[in-house]
């Protein structure tokens, strides 16, 4: 198999909040902080009101002075714009800056993220922040990086319902159609009567009396993701400018796809993201069993599905881990501790998949506000919480695990943020976010990591020249180019429900589902039907559910059902699901491209998963919470 060149030393790292603790501290804390083997430290990310406690007028003196405390420590500073939490002087100067939701309630001040992104005077004022921060200390030498914003969309925010988001998304549309009549063709207007005169009559898609035209959430979720990257790119034009030579880098969220992280990437060095795995487990949509089974530990697919989509979003694949839960949160449903030895896996395994950095969130616990019951790796009076003692031992491990080989490619996953936006605008039934593309994905990555497989997470442009096996979990637009890279594709390939079941602009295809893969997949399909969790295909080892296609075609069947129906079907090297990709179903078929793919696999117990990284193999046991590392198989 082809390889990808190993990473750099993973470095480990901290958020702090200087502007929260006496200057008494900072000292002591820096020292704290490198003696338990940190050398980053993440701040200024929410100062905007310490920074600028009035229009125009700056407090400089006492960031100057945390920087350098911070840097005379030997610590490097990544520096993040303050932009997530405007101070209230510039709400006031601008009230319309806040975002409306989609009820059309204002989002007011008094937590964050309370802005829009549309709204043009904000814009303007995030760069003139970013642009006085980095020409304070753009080029001071303990500034090793720059973080924009903070995770953007948290709190749903990516789409905003204001006059300034209604005037961007007329532009937007104009921009994008050129001709009234051309949108309306596009959107099939004619249904309902909705034809538009002008791009000045288009409203947006919420508050309709029933659901609104697909066509139209799908342009709305086109042009809110757009804001974002805009927004983001405003921000990097500055860092590069007056900043050159140091690493931009934004904190992206678990399980969040209201933009395209591809797009943002694109204008980053770094992508990171937030590592929270016990509270995602509490709050998305797991078994009751695995939620009590690994409450203490996490799912064990969901840091690793991270932290390969990201890694396939980062440019040049660079991704690190910005904020890593080291003790309960603040935000879940629920909020249990971790079981003694899962923040030294949670940080191990950061680096099995190539990180280049594990930050925790956060170096001491703060008693007031809205997050006092978040921990971090000091209790709020300063003595060491449960996982600085793993921080400090994970750190003395990492220096002996340099690793100079390289990590085999073997199984890619196919994923766009677009055909995630599609199936939630039209999940043909309820309980839709168990027939999300973003959980089919998931469900066939969980398979293919319990078969022990390398995976790396793709998008639609991806070479695919290098692997065994492709993956297509749900697809509805099939770009030309992954049309021809799986049609010179030599390997096994896997197509799962909805692939190429739509057009650019939400219109089934002229000869239906799967578009443009009918060759491919040998099959046309002919109705869909979305079905309840008590409707079942019951076959030889497998169970299969929550959606069924039924197809024509030279096609061969593959699993069928005690009932006689077909639940995959086989065309050459390619393999089509009928079913909704989950479970036994999907394990049962991706077990059998594995094997026809030539891929060494075996299925692992249920709380293990492992994973190559150069020459080393990494074993999770998330039972016992340990970490087993020995040599990886020639």
């Not at 170096?363 to 793993?390: T, V």
């Not at 497989?453 to 492709?470: C, E, H, K, Q, R």
């Amino acid at each position: 198999m082809a390889s990808v060149a190993a990473m750099e030393p993973m470095r480990l790292g901290v958020c702090y909040y200087p502007e929260h603790w006496p200057e008494a501290l900072w000292a002591e804390d820096a020292r704290r902080m490198v003696a338990a083997g940190l050398t980053r430290v993440r701040i200024g990310e929410f100062a905007w009101a310490r920074i600028e406690p009035e229009p125009g007028r700056h407090d400089w003196d006492w960031l100057d002075r945390a920087i350098e405390v911070l840097h005379d420590a030997g610590l490097g500073i990544i520096l993040g714009t303050p932009t997530a939490t405007p101070p209230k002087w510039l709400v006031d100067q601008m009230p319309d800056m806040l975002a409306v939701d989609r009820e059309g309630r204002t989002r007011g001040f008094g937590s964050r993220r309370h802005y829009c992104f549309s709204h043009p005077g904000y814009r303007a004022e995030a760069v003139r922040i970013t642009a006085a921060l980095a020409q304070r200390y753009g080029q001071h030498p303990g500034v090793v990086a720059w973080q924009t914003d903070n995770e953007y969309g948290c709190h749903d925010t990516v789409e905003s319902y204001s006059p300034a988001a209604r005037a961007g998304f007329q532009a937007w549309c104009a921009a994008r159609y050129g001709d009234i009549a051309a949108l309306n063709t596009a959107w099939g207007n004619v249904f309902w009567s909705m034809d538009y005169r002008s791009f000045a009559e288009i409203e947006l898609p919420n508050l309709t009396v029933t659901e609104a035209n697909p066509a139209h959430w799908l342009a709305f979720r086109r042009f809110s993701s757009d804001q974002v990257v805009a927004f983001n790119r405003a921000q990097v034009d500055v860092l590069r400018s007056l900043s050159p030579g140091r690493d931009i880098t934004h904190n992206a969220m678990g399980f969040f796809t209201a933009y395209d992280h591809h797009a943002l990437s694109a204008d980053l060095d770094v992508l990171g993201w937030d590592s929270y795995p016990l509270g995602f487990l509490e709050m998305f949509p797991f078994s009751e069993d695995d939620k009590r089974r690994f409450a203490h530990q996490g799912h064990p697919d969901i840091a690793a599905f991270h932290h390969d989509l990201y890694r396939g979003c980062a440019r040049g694949g660079r991704w690190g881990v910005l904020e890593q839960q080291p003790g309960p949160v603040n935000w879940a449903r629920h909020n249990p501790a971790p079981l003694p030895g899962m923040v030294r896996l949670w940080t191990l395994e950061a680096f099995a998949h190539g990180a280049e950095l594990v930050s925790y969130f956060r170096w001491r616990q703060f008693p007031q506000a809205q997050e006092q019951m978040h921990a971090g790796l000091l209790r709020p009076d300063s003595q060491p919480a449960p996982a600085l003692a793993e921080v400090t031992q994970v750190a003395g491990e990492l220096a002996a695990l340099a690793t100079d080989a390289d990590t085999p490619k073997q199984a890619a996953i196919v994923f766009a943020y677009e055909a995630d936006w599609m199936t939630d605008i039209q999940p043909h039934g309820p309980g839709a976010s168990q027939r999300s593309a973003l959980w089919a994905a998931f469900a066939c990555y969980c398979a293919l990591r319990r078969l022990g497989l390398n995976i790396d997470i793709v998008p639609p442009g991806a070479d695919l020249a290098s692997y065994a096996l492709v993956v297509v979990p749900c697809l509805p637009i099939v770009p030309e180019a992954l049309v021809a890279a799986l049609t010179a594709f030599p390997g096994q390939i896997v197509i799962g429900p909805r692939t190429g079941s739509r057009t650019t602009d939400f219109a089934m295809p002229d000869n239906l589902a799967p578009g443009p893969l009918t060759s491919l997949l040998g099959l046309t399909v002919t109705l869909s039907e979305s079905w309840p969790d008590r409707l079942t295909l019951q076959g030889d080892g497998w169970q299969a559910g929550g959606w069924f296609d039924h197809v024509e075609g030279p096609a061969a069947p593959e699993l069928v059902a005690n009932d006689g129906r077909v639940a995959s079907w086989c065309h050459g090297r390619a393999r089509y699901c009928a079913a909704w990709p989950h479970g036994s179903y999907i394990e049962t078929i991706l077990a059998r491209a594995a094997r026809d793919a030539g891929l060494p696999h075996a299925p692992l117990p249920y709380a293990v998963r492992q994973r190559q990284h150069g020459h080393l193999l990494f074993r999770f046991d998330h039972d016992l919470a340990e970490v087993n590392i020995m040599p990886a198989p020639r």
